[in-house]
């Protein structure tokens, strides 16, 4: 099982949440909410409106999102649908745990300190013209920035 910290349209109540709790593309669990340790620009780009954590730590702002657990079956297909590693790279990073609903937990499985390491799709495939957009430290699709997301589908 593995750790992974969602920021974008995975999250609970955004567009692609039902990802995270479709059983036919394996086992996501959700463990809390979280936001990372180091600074990084969190942008909406590109003709869908897209989230994009940019690799660049230390420049931007902690960014909020959920911990999930899951298994190597999710993590494969996370890894297929974040276009990994072309569009976002896979990498770990240490999260501020804020809020963990790990209520069931083994004493193995509960974090021991307040931080934990989680896989996170950020990216360093980024147009120079991403850093001077807007930076946000959390993304809702439908916020008050009025860049709604656009499903490829639609788009």
């Known amino acids: 099982m593995h750790n992974i910290f969602v920021y974008g349209t995975l999250k609970k109540g ?5 990802i995270m709790t479709d059983p036919k593309l ?11 340790v180091d600074k990084y620009p969190l942008v909406i780009a590109e003709e869908g409106n897209i989230p994009f954590l940019l690799e660049i730590p230390g420049t931007g702002r902690h960014i909020a999102g959920e911990i999930y657990l899951v298994d190597d079956q999710m993590l494969q297909f996370l890894d297929e649908f974040e276009c ?7 990498t770990i990073k240490r999260i501020e745990i804020l809020e963990w609903e790990g209520k069931d937990d083994s004493p193995e499985e509960r974090p021991a300190a307040n931080t934990i ?24 699709s439908y916020g008050t920035h009025g860049l709604l997301f656009i499903s490829h589908l639609d788009r």
Do not use: I
């Open 14 to 18: 955004q567009p692609n949440y039902h």
């Open 26 to 36: 394996g086992k996501a669990f959700f463990k809390g909410r979280g936001q990372t």
């Open 84 to 90: 990994c590693p072309d569009m976002y790279q896979r």
């Open 117 to 140: 390491e989680c896989f996170v799709y950020s990216t360093t495939s980024y147009k120079p013209k991403w850093l001077s957009l807007t930076y946000h430290d959390c993304y809702d």
